[in-house]
């Protein structure tokens, strides 16, 4: 499995272009083969922050994604907004357990 976690920082004056982009790209990505989940949250501490949470089957599902129009239309649209550079890391899980 692949997990994708991060941040992503937005200026304020986009947060409500960003969530509508967010919108439409998880609308979108969760329907794509090998995709067990793709979620973005706004940070209670720092609302101009975004948290980035996806699992992948595989890596080939992940560039699949990575590929597709309507990803490529969101990273166009986010690095629009941003307020600096996104922090954001591929990790590869061999298992995963209850905590």
Do not use: N
Not at 63 to 75: E, M, N, S, V, Y
Request: charged share 25%; net charge negative.
């Amino acid at each position: 499995m692949i997990v994708v976690a991060g941040t992503l920082p937005i200026r304020a004056s986009k947060l409500e272009e960003a969530r509508e982009a967010i919108a439409v790209v998880c609308e979108a990505t969760r329907q794509e083969q090998g995709c067990i989940s793709y979620d973005f949250s706004f940070d209670a501490a720092d609302p101009c922050l975004v948290r980035v949470f996806e699992q992948w089957s595989s890596g080939d599902a992940l560039d699949a994604h990575l590929a597709k129009p309507h990803t490529q239309r969101f990273l166009d649209e986010v690095g629009a907004m941003a307020s600096g550079a996104p922090d954001v890391k591929r990790y590869v899980v061999d298992r995963t357990e209850p905590l």
